[in-house]
């Protein structure tokens, strides 16, 4: 092992991680994480050498894994958002490419590249922009969050997903985004309306009733 190599990526890891703003870019970055974790035999001990969460450089490894187009903007550092790069690479190359591009010229953010995933995976034949558009126009409308532990899910996730657009209507669910062990249900604030009805009519709490939906 080079321990001069190994000491040098450390400091320009910590020089991009530890302060507000970064050194480096997320390609350089990503590339001393790949470089310690072969020189370290691993993920977890370069977690414990620096200090950084395996989650977290995992996201920054991801990087790597983008298109060249992708790439190429992150080393001009017009893409700094390791949460927006992450994201990017769990699309398929061709509507990463087209994503990247919206994030410079509309500033699509990383939160909404997360709630266009879910969308992209039920709808692959659908242009990429048609998903997009969906998305931002959600926007303007009033969004209700019910979180569900995954513990707590006794049915598979398809089938929780039918049974809540079934309750609702398909234009009333607008995301079920699934993070940190959690399971969100965005809805529109007429679907829970109907909900709340629903439950109302059933002499149960909205919480039991969501527990009845789950089980």
Known sequence: MDNNKVNEATARILLS???????????????????????????????NLI???????????????????ILELIKQRKIE???????LSKF?????IQLAHLV??????????RIILPFRRKNLNE?????VKRVLDSKNIKVS??????SNLKCKSSELEERVIKLIGKENLLAIVSSNSNIDLKITAGGEKIIREAAKGQQLSFQDFINKIIN
Request: charged share 25%; aromatic share 4%; proline share 2%.
């Open 104 to 113: 410079l010229k509309e500033g699509l953010t990383s939160q909404e590249l």
């Open 51 to 69: 200090g950084i969460t395996t989650g977290m450089l995992n996201q920054f490894l991801s990087v790597l894994k983008l298109p060249t187009k």
């Open 81 to 87: 958002s390791v949460s927006i790069a992450h994201t």
């Open 145 to 150: 969050v019910i979180r569900i532990s995954e």
């Open 127 to 131: 242009p990429i922009n048609n998903i």
């Open 92 to 96: 398929n190359d061709k509507d990463a």
């Open 17 to 47: 991680t530890k302060r507000k703003s970064r050194q480096y870019s997320l390609y350089e970055i990503a590339s001393d994480i790949l470089f310690l974790k072969n020189e370290l035999d691993g993920i977890n001990n370069v977690s």
